[in-house]
């Protein structure tokens, strides 16, 4: 073999070994963790497993769910911050994301600096809705109402620092009317005091609220997102009813740890936002008012920043601190 030969050989072997080595070129290899940082059977819980389940299928390897609730989802993220930058770990970031980082005065993570964004999964809107004997069908009746009576009507929450409760607050504050917030351990105990006419009026999520309109022992008046939602297309949306500019959505989506390599990140959006462009998935989540809506990583890594942003104002107006 010449000289020049051989040059061309050892060349071809490098070139050859950089590929083999470049990030992601056999991933996955292993098991991949999905960190859910809240129990088992809500909708991020359900996305988590819809989304693990396919990957599985489709990659050959195992895909777990990991729950670990706490501290309004401070727990998970903390342990998703802190794993590996690998590829291996997942974490299901939610809207309570961009609200702590607010909310609380001191957290061990940086939810922008810490995570790398992959993809947004869906976006759910809340229903605002009042107890039938309070005068109000429509949004700006109900307006009119506080207004008239500064302090009289009070909202029900599943808790300081929610949707729920942010929604009441920004509401508050877009329409210069004063209803007191009343938080509750839980979405159960707030809908039944709501149902017994304790509290006035409520902002929650369209599967704990709709059934009780459906029923006629709530009024609904509008929904939180900037469309309607097809689960309840007679019901306009706060913004077109009276509020403009009003928006409160809850939303979704995967991250990774900080250093992740690009390449494998670029893998797990492809694959994922082909699987949240499944129809029968998007079905299966429509019924149940979310709305999937994959993104390009720079789409979602812009949304957080937007959203953190947002409640930043809301929570500095309202004076919300964690309890």
């Known amino acids: 073999m010449t000289l020049r030969a051989c040059f061309i050989l050892l060349a071809a072997i490098a070139v050859a ?3 083999a ?10 098991q991949i963790r999905v960190i859910v940082p809240f129990p088992a059977g809500g909708p991020t819980d359900a996305i988590a497993r819809a989304i693990g389940q396919k990957l599985s299928e489709t990659w050959g390897q195992p895909v777990i769910v990991d729950n670990r609730p706490g501290a ?41 600096r810490d995570f790398a964004p992959v993809t947004q999964n869906y976006v759910t809107g ?23 009576h500064p302090g009289q009507l009070s909202y029900s929450s599943s808790g300081v620092g929610g949707t729920p409760h942010l929604a009441g607050e920004l509401f508050n504050s877009m329409a210069g009317v004063t209803m007191v917030h009343v938080p509750y ?30 029923a006629g022992k709530l009024r609904g008046l509008a929904v939180t997102m900037t469309t309607r939602s097809p689960l309840t297309p007679e019901l306009p949306t706060v913004a077109e009813a009276g509020l403009k500019g009003f928006e409160v959505k809850s939303w979704n989506g995967v991250v990774v740890p900080t250093g992740t390599p690009k390449e494998i990140i670029a893998r797990l959006n492809g694959e994922i936002v082909r699987i949240l462009r499944q129809p029968d998935l998007r ?14 990583p720079e789409e979602f890594g812009a949304f957080i920043k937007q959203d953190i942003a947002k409640w930043a104002k809301v929570i500095q107006l309202s004076g919300a601190r964690a309890e």
Do not use: C, R
């Not at 080595?21 to 292993?30: F, R, S, T, V």
């Not at 004997?133 to 949004?139: D, E, M």
């Not at 079905?283 to 390009?296: A, D, I, M, N």
């Open 185 to 214: 351990k839980g979405s159960a105990p707030a809908m039944a005091d709501l149902l017994g006419g304790h509290i006035q009026l409520t902002f929650d999520n369209m599967l704990t609220v709709l059934p009780q309109v459906k």
């Open 283 to 296: 079905e299966k989540f429509l019924v149940q008012g979310v709305e999937l809506v994959p993104t390009t």
């Open 72 to 112: 309004g989802g401070n727990i998970g993220t903390e342990l998703a911050a802190k794993s590996p930058a690998d590829g291996y770990t997942l974490f299901i970031g939610t809207v309570a994301n961009a609200i702590n980082q607010s909310l609380f005065a001191k957290l061990p993570f940086d939810f922008v």
């Open 21 to 30: 080595q470049a990030p992601g070129a056999n991933y996955p290899a292993k």
């Open 126 to 148: 809340l229903i605002l809705a009042v107890h039938p004997s309070l005068p109000a069908h429509s949004v700006k009746e109900l307006i009119a109402l506080a207004k008239a």
């Open 17 to 19: 070994n950089v590929h």
